[in-house]
C-alpha cells in the first residue's frame, strides 16, 4: 500500500480519537447535541480511515456509509452490530441539527458514545491488519 495511503488513513484515525474527546468533553459539560454530533464525526472519520485503504471515499455522508458497508462489513472486517454505531450515530445527529423540539437524555448519549468508542476500537484493530497483512505480502 502507498505510503500516502496509509498516512491518510493513520491521520483519519486520529482525527476519529480526536473527535471522540470532544464529544466526551462536551457530554462532561451538559452539552448534549454537541456531543451527539462530535461522537458522530468519530464514527465517520474512522469509517473513511478504513475507505481509505481501499482508496474510496464519498464527498456525501451517506456515501460513506453505504461504501464502508459494502467494503467492510459484507466483507466480514467489522461485524454488523458493531458497524451500526455508524448509521446509529448518524441519524441522531440529524436529529440533533436539524428536528425541533427533539430531545436526548444524557444517558441516551451515554450509550451512543459506548457504542461508536467500540467502533472506533474495530476499526483501529482493522485498520492495523490489514496494513500488516499488505504489509507482509
Same mark, same amino acid.
Given at each position: 500500500?502507498?505510503? @500516502?495511503?496509509?498516512?491518510?488513513?493513520?491521520?483519519?484515525?486520529?482525527?476519529?480519537?480526536?473527535?471522540?474527546?470532544?464529544?466526551?468533553?462536551?457530554?462532561?459539560?451538559?452539552?448534549?447535541?454537541?456531543?451527539?454530533?462530535?461522537?458522530?464525526?468519530?464514527?465517520?472519520?474512522?469509517?473513511?480511515?478504513?475507505?481509505?485503504?481501499?482508496?474510496?471515499?464519498?464527498?456525501?455522508?451517506?456515501?460513506?456509509?453505504?461504501?464502508?458497508?459494502?467494503?467492510?462489513?459484507? @466483507?466480514?472486517?467489522?461485524?454488523?452490530?458493531?458497524?451500526?454505531?455508524?448509521?446509529?450515530?448518524?441519524?441522531?445527529?440529524?436529529?440533533?441539527?436539524? @428536528?425541533?423540539?427533539?430531545?436526548?437524555?444524557?444517558?441516551?448519549?451515554?450509550?451512543?458514545?459506548?457504542?461508536?468508542?467500540?467502533?472506533?476500537?474495530?476499526?483501529?484493530?482493522?485498520?492495523?491488519?490489514?496494513?500488516?497483512?499488505?504489509?507482509?505480502?
Amino acid at each position: 500500500m502507498k505510503s @500516502e495511503i496509509v498516512d491518510l488513513a493513520y491521520h483519519r484515525m486520529k482525527r476519529a480519537k480526536e473527535a471522540f474527546r470532544d464529544g466526551e468533553l462536551l457530554l462532561n459539560q451538559g452539552s448534549i447535541w454537541g456531543a451527539v454530533g462530535r461522537f458522530y464525526y468519530a464514527a465517520f472519520y474512522a469509517a473513511r480511515a478504513l475507505l481509505a485503504t481501499r482508496e474510496l471515499d464519498s464527498s456525501k455522508h451517506k456515501g460513506v456509509i453505504l461504501l464502508f458497508s459494502k467494503h467492510f462489513v459484507k @466483507e466480514n472486517i467489522i461485524f454488523p452490530e458493531t458497524a451500526k454505531a455508524l448509521s446509529r450515530s448518524f441519524e441522531k445527529r440529524l436529529d440533533s441539527d436539524y @428536528e425541533d423540539y427533539v430531545e436526548f437524555s444524557s444517558e441516551d448519549v451515554k450509550a451512543v458514545s459506548e457504542e461508536v468508542l467500540s467502533f472506533i476500537e474495530a476499526c483501529q484493530q482493522a485498520l492495523e491488519k490489514l496494513l500488516e497483512k499488505d504489509a507482509n505480502s
